[in-house]
């Protein structure tokens, strides 16, 4: 098979993409490298503006005073099961502290922030309580209580 381009020469399928090749990539530069970013600017910036023409507020749902309160309830009784194994976190604590100041001062958006970092807080502890309940075993060599017949 035989291709022809503008200068009117007869190449072979082969010798045309030698040539196609040497017409689109130089070897003194790697325009591959510059198409790359070109595409990868582009895309974020379709990204961004994407993201920029969507209101941040469509999507969250309204927050009252008795929403914030529940989630510091539940915080609450996540810490006190946590004090209850021995795993509570001083930051839990401080969480449910910042979160009852919010509160108090009317400001329902920080309340339920602070209230849902202090539950999660909470629930890592406990996770790790229950974690830490069998893996002490697997730490170190411990020798059994009951001496061998073999020993000394």
Known sequence: MEWTLNQKVSLTHSESMVQFMNLHYRHDRTPTLQH????????????????????????????????????????????ERSVELGFAWVATGKQIRRAELALANGDVQAASAAAAEALALANASITQAQTESTAWQTRGPFQSAKPSDQDP
């Open 36 to 79: 790359c970013r070109w595409a990868v600017l582009l895309i974020v910036s379709l990204g961004l503006s994407a993201c920029a023409s969507t209101p941040a507020s469509s999507n969250k749902p309204t927050i009252t005073a008795a929403t914030a309160a529940e989630q510091l309830t539940q915080a609450r009784v996540a810490f």
